[in-house]
């Protein structure tokens, strides 16, 4: 098989990301480096306070490093302002969170449609494209529904559903099953595997084993530097941990 050319999309150089509390300096993150292709599946592990969600922060634009350098798509993010960080986001990267936050009092179209109102289109564009994603994740039957009319799995469903209307090229998980049971996380994992297929770029924040091996690369982090960036050699798919949950019922 030939290599398929690796197009860069993220390159994080040298970053740092400090906060003072007080008197003291918490050095959250210490001089991270690292790049990661197009389509890329990658975990970022590490223990609570090794400096995850301060990374996915960065990652995502939702915070800028202190010290260094974040290249996104071939522009340098860490010095545009709040307001263009807005627009990039909106644009290349899709959120899904732990608690689905969703909009309680909105129906689970309207809030698939909502990234699709700042992104500028129109009413009838919203419905449609929101109808076509809400589908495609497996909840044609539940458009209407508002999330509490809704379980966890399903709920976490209209979040990725969010995450993709507006045609994003990176997805950010931060710990998309910790609040849902083996069974369901199964079945997300098995979606995020269908999304990475269809030619996402994959960043799966978690501190659980099991979930990063779904993952083609695992970088683990320890007191804000990269501890270990490898090749996962026992990638976890939908279908082999389908058939365990079956085996494990007879
Ligand atoms: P993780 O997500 O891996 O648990 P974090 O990125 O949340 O780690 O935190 C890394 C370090 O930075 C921790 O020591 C944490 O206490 C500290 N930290 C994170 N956010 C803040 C903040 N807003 N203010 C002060 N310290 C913070
Ligand atoms: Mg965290």
Redesign the pocket.
């Known amino acids: 098989m030939t290599e398929a050319i690796k197009e860069e999309i993220i390159e994080l150089i040298n970053i740092c990301?400090y906060?003072?509390?007080g008197t003291e300096v918490?050095?959250?993150?210490r001089g991270v480096s690292l790049k990661i292709y197009r389509n890329e599946y990658v975990a970022i592990m590490?223990?609570?306070?090794?400096?995850?969600?301060?990374?996915?922060?960065i990652l995502g634009c939702l915070d800028t490093p202190n010290e260094g350098d974040y290249i996104l798509n071939n522009n340098n993010v860490s010095i545009l302002t709040d307001n263009e960080l807005a627009e990039i986001r909106n644009k290349e990267i899709g959120f899904v969170f732990q608690t689905f936050n969703l909009l309680p009092r909105s129906t689970a179209l309207d809030n698939v449609a909502l990234p699709m109102i700042y992104a500028g289109y129109g009413k009838q564009m919203r419905f449609e494209r929101a109808t076509e994603v809400l589908s495609n994740v497996g909840l044609a039957d539940r458009m209407n529904h508002k999330p509490n009319e809704l379980s966890g799995g399903q709920r976490q469903r209209v979040a990725i559903a969010r995450a993709l209307v507006n045609n994003p090229s990176i997805i950010l998980a931060d710990e998309p099953t910790g609040n849902l049971d083996s069974k369901i996380s199964v079945e997300i994992m098995g979606l995020l595997e269908d999304i990475h297929k269809n030619g996402n770029t994959i960043i799966l924040?978690t501190?659980e084993e099991d979930i990063a091996f779904y993952a083609h690369r695992i970088i683990r982090?320890k007191d804000?530097e990269i501890e270990s960036d490898i090749v996962n050699p026992f990638i976890r798919t939908f279908e082999q941990e389908q058939l365990k949950l079956v085996e494990e019922k007879v």
């Not at 918490?26 to 993150?29: Q, V």
């Not at 590490?46 to 922060?57: I, P």
Request: proline share 0%; glycine share 16%.
């Open positions: 990301r906060y003072k509390v918490i050095r959250a993150l590490g223990a609570s306070g090794s400096g995850k969600s301060t990374m996915m922060n924040v501190h982090l804000g």
